[in-house]
């Protein structure tokens, strides 16, 4: 089946650093992949779509230049949550579409958990 | 615009009973619907889906849901539970061949506990 890797799992950085989080399609061809947010005891909120070799579209309310998105390449998404804060601390999970197969279900990555201190 | 209500947020079941976790949508387009599952710190595990034609779909680890599409709700069934199967549980809509990106609109969850 579809395989989505998403790294790294578990992060914890200082307050004003940047994390980049990987997320990699390993056995199909994602032109869209999406990120999510969960907080908590909570259902996963969408933070953008990325479309590969095109700009991330944001949801209502999520700050572009802090949550940097990057699609360069079918199989490849980052998110990148610059100058972060204990408020973004959160478990962050991707989904990627096959390019060639159906447009749904979505795969999902593992999540990661960041922690910023 | 699409949304999802799973009634209650978690349901307790001793082991071997019926499993009823309930999902109702809307959506202003015929819909996709999905149940996932999550266990502790992991990512989301497809359970089954419904897009077209049979109503009642079965999934993975014995469990089946049944669109009702006159009563908006897609609820997962499982006839008997399992240890196993303690984990929370997402309903999911997606707006079909008419929704945008094929974007997907959670419910809040429902927790599933089993009891020995």
């Known amino acids: 089946g579809a395989v989505v890797s998403q790294h790294p799992s578990r992060v914890i950085c200082k307050s004003g650093t940047s994390v980049k989080i990987e997320c990699r399609s390993l056995?199909?061809?994602?032109?869209?992949m999406f990120w999510y947010r969960q907080f908590p005891k909570q259902s996963l909120m969408l933070m953008a779509t990325s479309n590969e070799g095109s700009k991330a579209t944001y949801e209502q309310g999520v700050e572009k230049d802090k949550f940097l998105i990057n699609h360069a390449s079918l199989t490849l998404s980052t998110l990148t949550v610059t100058s972060a804060h204990p408020e973004d601390s959160s478990f962050y999970i991707c989904?990627?579409?096959?390019?060639?197969?159906?447009?749904?279900?979505?795969?999902f990555g593992n999540g990661t958990r960041l922690t910023v201190t | 615009a699409q949304s999802v209500t799973q009634l209650g947020s978690h349901v307790s079941v001793s082991e071997g009973a019926l499993v009823l976790l309930r999902c109702n949508y809307s959506?202003?387009?015929?819909?996709?619907l999905f149940w996932y599952v999550q266990y502790p710190n992991q990512g989301l595990q497809l359970l089954l889906k419904?897009?077209?034609?049979?109503?009642l779909v079965k999934g993975i680890n014995g469990f089946e849901a049944e669109f009702k599409k006159s009563e908006t709700s897609f609820h997962l069934t499982k006839p008997s539970a399992h240890m196993s199967d303690a984990a929370e549980y997402f309903c999911a809509v997606s707006g079909g061949s008419g929704g945008s990106n094929y974007k997907l609109t959670f419910g809040k969850g429902t927790l599933l506990t089993v009891n020995p």
């Open positions: 989904s990627a579409r096959d390019r060639t197969g159906a447009p749904l279900p979505l795969h």
């Open positions: 056995d199909f061809q994602a032109t869209t």
């Open positions: 419904y897009t077209t034609g049979a109503t």
């Open positions: 959506s202003s387009v015929p819909p996709y």
